[in-house]
């Protein structure tokens, strides 16, 4: 089965070369018969690439230990959901995984194309093959799934007990989906400067496929750090680690990009603020892959270094170069960016939110790579570096989230404004007197969470008002208006959920970090002790074997206000495969603080224990609010039907139109 899938890598290597040398030609001959060859090469490709998947999927799951990618990752203990997803475990499985998914988008933009008819399709197609053909060549001569060993080892290493969680199954898919998805853009972006079909609707084009890469990349962030929480023992989700900061930083630039599609000027046509975030999105991708891949920077979760590293260095290069000349070379058919007359106004605020987001990106990229020179300046960084900077950028960003749903494109109407923010003011400053009537006297607090108020009383009385402005339904009834209100704007609304999905995020993270109680302590048998309004009593203390490890396990009972509220099981596992133990963290979550518990030690003879126990407030918001930006991303990209359908940003007039509001944006 390893030859058929190595055949079947071989001959996608094949088909993607025949779909470059014939778009390429059929472009420049203008022969759309060899160009529509080119394309369905495409769907070859993808086809010999699932095969190739389905190959790995077997060998793994038949534990043919003779390959070698199977006896690095897996072992005849290991539980099946695992085994799969030792599909992305280890570098060569994940480099095929991307290929294949690749592969799958491409097929997608070119079935997507073939509707829309576009000649853009043939040149992106041609972009989306040659990066393809990137990762194909990667993985069958650098970075072969299948290599077979000239033995067969009995049993094989196993995976990493830190990825046995059941975190691995989805986070590395969906982040990939992220970052592959990107490409899509690039693909689009690039097409766009070979074609020199500057005036064509690119906005519409690209915006779709910007959200699902988006929304990916921060699912898949969320996912990782819930991960962090339950699975790395120190209580925290966020470390500033280089693997953390690669996914971060696309996701910023993304947040820059799908503002500057916003922007209505040029009737949706390419800008070079697009070109500059497309690119630059992309970039970071690789970038990241580079950092996670190469060991360049030393990390607590690169699953996968080796050498590689080099060749994403050349890539990038490459893609950043060619980038740059094909703009240069198209710079007269470029249009220029939204300006407005007046400095209060919807242009003006996206620009100043485009402009923190790229902010924030190069702090926390100067900070990525600061490791690199800091021995030669004999200076390290802390996280108070990345924590500072970032809260610095980040903060006023949520506070512009407020104020700019009340804005109007062509501006000016500062008193008009003015007026609008009365509510969400009012909000903030009941919200700080309540804080500080409760007892909260730190003032990075009551400012950050007064902040968070204004913005979510903005972000509501956008539904409110649309609730009041939309006409009665055809149940005769005001709700089912606003429903159907809902649904014709999908992407504006979707915004505003994504804009409370962040600043529940940013509650979360505030109350998580600021206001964090940490203590490491012991306990003897029976034993009692208070961490921040718990009451941990020690119950008892059990060694006992399990399926490929032994589980050591203290059972402890919690009060609160002299009342028993849980059972907590904090564990540690020894896996024999491995020689590090694993912590298993018990956590009481409620909506307004975790107690987090994690067995660090034990004493045989007295059975004394260690733990180390954290009251973590709020931090389910930050779940919360990856669930609720899942939501509004999903809300903006589900495309509107046709009949309803204004509103779709495919056939969107009002984000190409020159600044006229349409529909309700006129009333504002
Ligand atoms: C805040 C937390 C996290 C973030 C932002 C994050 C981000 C990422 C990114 C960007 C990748 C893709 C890397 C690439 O291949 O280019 C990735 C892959 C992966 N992550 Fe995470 N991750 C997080 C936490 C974790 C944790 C806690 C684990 C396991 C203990 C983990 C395990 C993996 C694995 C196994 C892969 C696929 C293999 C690889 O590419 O290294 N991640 N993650
Ligand atoms: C990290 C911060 C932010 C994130 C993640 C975010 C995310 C999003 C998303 C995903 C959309 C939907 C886009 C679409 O349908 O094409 C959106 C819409 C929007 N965002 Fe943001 N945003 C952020 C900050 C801001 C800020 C600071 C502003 C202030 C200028 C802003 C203004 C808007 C506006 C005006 C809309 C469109 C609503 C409409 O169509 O009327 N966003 N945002």
């Known amino acids: 089965m390893s030859d058929l899938g190595f055949l079947a890598l071989s001959l996608a290597l094949g088909t993607t070369t025949y779909s470059i040398v014939s778009l390429a030609l059929g472009i420049r001959k203008g022969d759309e018969g060899l160009a529509a060859a080119g394309k369905r090469a495409i769907y070859a490709s993808a086809v010999f690439l699932t095969l190739a998947v389905v190959a790995l999927i077997y060998v793994l799951l038949a534990r043919d230990f003779q390959v070698e990618y199977v006896a690095s990752h897996t072992s005849r203990d290991l539980a099946l959901p695992y085994t799969l997803s030792a599909l992305w475990a280890g570098q060569e499985g994940s480099l095929l995984f991307w290929a294949w998914l690749l592969s799958v988008y491409a097929t997608a933009l070119v079935l997507s194309g073939r509707r829309a008819g576009h000649i853009l399709t043939s040149y992106s197609s041609l972009v989306v093959s040659c990066v393809l053909a990137f990762f194909l060549l990667l993985v069958i001569f650098v970075n072969n799934p299948f290599q077979r060993l000239d033995f067969v080892p009995s049993d094989g290493l196993g995976m990493n007990p830190l990825l046995q969680n059941p975190a691995m199954i989805w986070h590395p898919p969906i982040v990939y989906l992220g970052y592959v998805g990107f490409t899509v853009p690039f693909a689009l972006t690039l097409a766009v400067l070979l074609s020199g079909k500057m005036e064509d609707p690119y906005v519409p084009l690209v915006r779709r496929w910007t959200l699902l890469s988006w929304l990916c990349l921060g699912v898949g962030t969320v996912l990782g750090a819930q991960w962090a929480y339950v699975e790395l023992g120190w209580g925290g989700y966020w470390g500033w680690d280089p693997v953390e900061n690669a996914s971060l930083l696309p996701w910023l630039t993304g947040t820059a990009l799908i503002h500057s599609l916003m922007m209505r000027r040029g009737r949706g046509a390419i800008k070079l603020s697009h070109i500059v975030l497309v690119v630059g999105t992309f970039a970071l991708c690789i970038f990241g892959t580079f950092v996670t891949r190469s060991g360049m920077i030393s990390s607590v ?45 919807r242009p003006t605020a996206l620009w100043v939110t485009i402009v923190l987001l790229l902010a924030a990106t190069a702090a926390i990229l100067l900070g990525t790579l600061f490791p690199l020179v800091s021995d030669t300046l004999n200076v390290a960084l802390t996280t108070d570096y990345f924590n500072t900077s970032s809260a610095l950028i980040l903060g006023p960003l949520i506070l512009l989230m407020g104020i700019c749903p ?214 389910v918001w930050i779940w919360i609010g990856g669930g609720v930006l899942l939501v509004g991303a999903v809300l903006a990209f589900w495309p509107a039907r046709r009949a309803e359908g204004a509103e779709d940003l495919a056939v969107d007039p009002s984000r190409a139109s020159e600044g006229r509001p349409t529909g309700e944006e006129g009333q504002r």
């Open 406 to 619: 009340f804005t109007t494109w062509k501006g000016g109407d500062s008193r008009g404004l003015s007026r609008r923010l009365i509510a969400p003011l009012i909000g903030a400053l009941v919200t700080g007197a309540a804080l500080l009537l409760l007892g909260l006297r730190d003032a990075f607090g009551v400012v950050a969470f007064s902040v968070c108020a204004f913005v979510i009383v903005g972000t509501l009385l956008q539904f409110y008002s649309g609730f009041r402005g939309s006409r009665r339904g055809s149940e005769g009834n005001r709700l089912s208006g606003f429903v159907s209100s809902l649904r014709k704007q999908r992407s504006r609304y979707g915004g505003y959920v994504v804009h409370l999905g962040i600043v529940m995020i940013t509650i979360g993270v505030v109350g998580s970090s600021a206001y964090k109680i940490e203590e490491s302590i012991t306990l003897d048998p029976s034993a009692m002790r208070t961490v921040g309004g718990y009451t941990l009593r020690y119950e008892e203390f059990s060694y006992l074997p399990a399926v490929g490890k032994d589980v050591a396990t203290a059972t402890l009972a919690v009060y609160e206000g002299g009342e028993q509220v849980a059972v907590l099981r904090p564990e540690k596992h020894f896996h024999h495969s491995s020689q590090q133990p694993v912590s298993e963290v018990a956590i009481r979550s409620t909506l307004k603080e975790d107690l987090y518990v994690a067995l660090t030690g034990w004493e045989d003879a007295s059975q004394r224990i260690a733990l180390e126990v954290i009251v973590s407030p709020l931090v």
């Open 301 to 345: 979760h690169a699953f996968a270094v080796s050498r590689i590293g080099l060749y994403f260095l050349a890539f990038l290069l490459s893609v950043v170069v060619a980038s740059v000349l094909l703009t240069f070379t198209r710079r007269s058919g470029l249009r220029g960016d939204d300006e407005s007359e007046s400095l209060v106004s």
